[in-house]
């Protein structure tokens, strides 16, 4: 099982700042996914990240692959109470299968 | 297009009971999977139904079991519920030759 890492698991900030959640592993990955969960809702698809040194970018998200397709970032800028949610990063094995990190959970307050 | 649909959201069982929750995919969508949701083991992938077939399966024992009929609708059984089985599952359904997964709300099961 290629497992994934994911820090921190919590992180709270208030509006404005930015900060950045990281997605790590000892394996080497074709591509890598980033979702949101918002709480009572499923995971929302927000990017795949499928190239090494990959640079995304979604508004004030910004998604990184590392070089060494072992690893990713997302960082925002200026968050906003709407940003809150579980952030996960997930690989995909297969067509359906996706293996899941644990999660950072994001809470902006105002 | 209407989103995934999942039945019913919440659902209070006791131990040893069996539930059955249904999954209703976007219309067009012939996979669905599924997958649990706790705080410790975070999202894990349960099954993939794809035109009524199981496709693959997550590593979970035998009492966790699910279908999926002609018009892509997909149920997912529990027999002799854990307390351990307290979870959100949820539900995920994509297009045949596409990778990307639409995920429903889910279905919150406590067992007591």
């Known amino acids: 099982t290629q497992l994934l890492e994911q820090s921190p698991q919590f992180l709270s900030i208030q509006e404005g700042e930015n900060l950045t959640v990281y997605c790590n592993s000892s394996s080497v990955f074709s591509s890598l996914q980033w979702y949101r969960q918002e709480p009572g809702e499923g995971p929302v698809l927000l990017v795949t990240?499928?190239?090494?040194?990959e640079v995304k970018k979604l508004k004030r998200l910004t998604f990184q692959f590392g070089d060494a397709r072992k690893d990713s970032s997302l960082h925002i800028t200026a968050a906003q109470p709407g940003d809150t949610g579980l952030y996960l990063c997930?690989?995909?094995?297969?067509?359906?299968?996706?293996?899941f990190g644990k999660g950072t959970m994001l809470l902006v307050s105002p | 297009k209407a989103g995934v649909t999942q039945t019913p959201r919440y659902l209070i069982k006791t131990r040893g009971q069996q539930v059955t929750l249904s999954c209703s995919p976007i219309?067009?969508?012939?996979?669905v999977s599924w997958y649990q949701q706790t705080p410790g083991q975070g999202l894990q992938f349960l099954f993939e139904y794809f035109s009524e077939t199981q496709r693959n399966k997550g590593n979970f024992p035998g009492r966790f079991s699910g279908r999926q009929f002609s018009n892509s609708r997909s149920e997912m059984n529990v027999s002799t519920l854990e307390l351990g089985d307290s979870a959100l599952y949820l539900c995920a359904s994509r297009e045949a030759s596409l990778y990307e997964q639409y995920f429903g709300p889910g279905t919150r099961l406590t067992v007591t």
């Open positions: 997930a690989h995909r094995s297969g067509y359906s299968t996706l293996t």
């Open positions: 219309s067009g969508h012939r996979s």
């Open positions: 990240v499928v190239t090494g040194g």
